[in-house]
């Protein structure tokens, strides 16, 4: 008889797409053969971010059009932040899904799936602490960079947020653990790992710090670029930075979510630090690491948002020069306390989204004045993957810039020297430097012209 064939959709974080791996190779373990769409496979599964509205909406939407590849017999399964969230009344909104499973319960999925392949409609929806699928070998998709969770849930409350009812109080693994995962990653030929928490720098195995666990994994032979997202700036210890600083893999680039630039915004969300407290942390990393690429998160129409407190928000974004910035609309979230809050203060959706246009604006124009000055300037590239138009090859550059490449001569998984010769304001076009040595490169001046006064 063949196999069952079974087919993973990913919504949301990185953490999910890791997730992904895992129940991929979990299933494949148990005799379950990947496939790559929906069509006829014996399970489907979707797994889904319940960050904000939209991302749900999304997923109901995605959960109807899938419905027409199942066959007779086909599980349709949803996994993730919003099963955990909704659990078993996501088997009553969609009556044709039959699993839900939450992420702390992916262990039990072969059986679960036994099950509803009897025709049985089940929920799995506890957390376990203890849950790191230690023993599970994830099927990597990405070429050259690898995936690796090094915490999981998480212990800040801030307000506006669902992801710690979704998964629940933070954990890490074990330093060991991490260690040999990216030696097995070399073993298979990436030589990039991205570690992956929601406060990733706040790791501690009881023994072993963020700091302890960059120096861990660089002194891995093999790797040449070390990544991390997302970290908290409150988490951002002397001992951490000096790491960043003094490992040659840690790469020159931080995803540090700032949220809103006013105080008193900053204080309903409670993220635990001030205007002047995020800004001593980049200028912390800045000094340390000169070269550092930044990029952000921020919320608009928070309760209570006014016209000044945004207008900080922009100001703090205007200083800091952020290579990208992600902006959301606040979501009200069931359960969170900013739901709580006085409905007076809510802020009306056109506000929010003018808020938002502008925002996005200024982020725009910043990155493309900055990104302009570096045209001409060398950068050590990896070549990631085909672009999704054309016959270009999309690099990264240490410090997370996108540089299209003309593919003559280059393979997925090169490292080379580039010269940036155009951008279209926040990507970039390049051409290859022949005979220069990748190694790390110290940027030119007008790299780092973007630095704050702080
Ligand atoms: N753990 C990460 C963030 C994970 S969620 C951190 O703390 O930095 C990714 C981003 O989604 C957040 O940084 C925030 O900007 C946004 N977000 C989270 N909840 C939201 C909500 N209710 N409405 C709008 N945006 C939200
Ligand atoms: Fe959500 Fe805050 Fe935790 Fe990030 S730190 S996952 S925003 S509660
Ligand atoms: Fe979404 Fe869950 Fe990640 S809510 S952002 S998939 S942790």
Redesign the pocket.
């Known amino acids: 008889m063949s196999r069952p064939t079974v087919y993973i959709e990913t919504y949301g974080c990185q953490m999910n797409v890791s997730d992904s791996e895992l129940m991929y190779g979990s299933l494949a373990a148990h005799g379950y053969e990947a496939v790559d769409g929906p069509e006829g496979a014996d399970v489907i599964l979707v797994n889904t971010c319940a960050i904000r509205d939209h991302a749900e909406q999304r997923v109901i939407g995605r959960l109807g059009e899938l419905r027409r590849h199942m066959k007779k017999g086909t599980v349709m399964g949803v996994a993730g932040c919003m099963a955990q969230r909704l659990g078993p009344t996501l088997l009553e909104k969609a009556r044709h899904v039959s699993l839900v499973v939450g992420p702390d319960a992916y262990r039990a999925l072969p059986q679960l799936l036994e099950g509803a392949r009897q025709g049985e409609r089940v929920t799995a929806t506890s957390f376990d602490l203890e849950e790191h699928y230690e023993d599970f070998a994830p099927r990597r998709f990405d070429r050259v960079k690898a995936w690796i969770p090094v915490q999981r849930g998480?212990d800040?409350?801030?307000t506006y947020?669902i992801?710690?009812y979704t998964r629940g109080a933070e954990r890490s693994r074990r330093l060991d653990d991490v260690v040999r995962e990216v030696e097995q990653v070399v073993r298979d030929g990436m030589s990039e790992v991205v570690l992956l928490g929601?406060?990733v720098n706040s790791y501690s195995d009881g023994t072993h710090d963020f700091a302890a666990l960059l120096r861990a994994v660089g002194s891995v032979d093999g790797i040449r670029r070390i990544r991390f997202t997302?970290p908290?700036p409150n988490d951002f210890s002397d001992a951490v930075i000096a790491a960043m600083a003094e490992v040659p893999q840690v790469c020159e680039h931080v995803h540090l979510?700032m949220q809103s630039g006013s105080d008193r915004v900053l204080k309903r969300m409670l993220r635990r630090y001030t205007r002047e407290g995020y800004r001593d942390c980049v200028a912390r990393l800045r000094a340390a690491i000169p070269t550092l690429n930044l990029t952000t998160d921020i919320i608009v129409g928070f309760p209570g948002e006014t016209d000044e407190d945004f207008e900080e928000t922009v100001s703090l974004v205007q200083e800091l020069g952020y290579e990208d910035a992600y902006t959301f609309k606040f979501s009200p979230r069931d359960g969170t306390p900013a739901t709580r809050m006085d409905p007076a203060t809510f802020v009306p959706d056109d506000v929010a989204s003018a808020r938002l246009e502008r925002l996005i604006a200024v982020v725009r124009a910043g990155a493309r004045e900055r990104n302009l000055r570096l045209l001409g300037t060398r950068h050590e590239v990896l070549v990631e993957k085909a672009a999704r138009r054309g016959e270009m090859l999309q690099a990264r550059t240490r410090d997370f810039k996108t540089v299209m490449l003309p593919p003559d001569g280059l393979a997925i998984g090169d490292y080379r020297i580039v010269e940036l010769t155009g951008t279209t304001g926040s990507t970039f076009t390049g051409v290859v430097v022949p005979d220069a040595a990748p190694r790390r490169l110290a940027l030119p001046m007008a790299a780092t012209a973007a630095a704050p006064a702080c």
């Open positions: 998480c800040y409350r801030c947020c992801v710690p929601q406060t997302s908290h979510p």
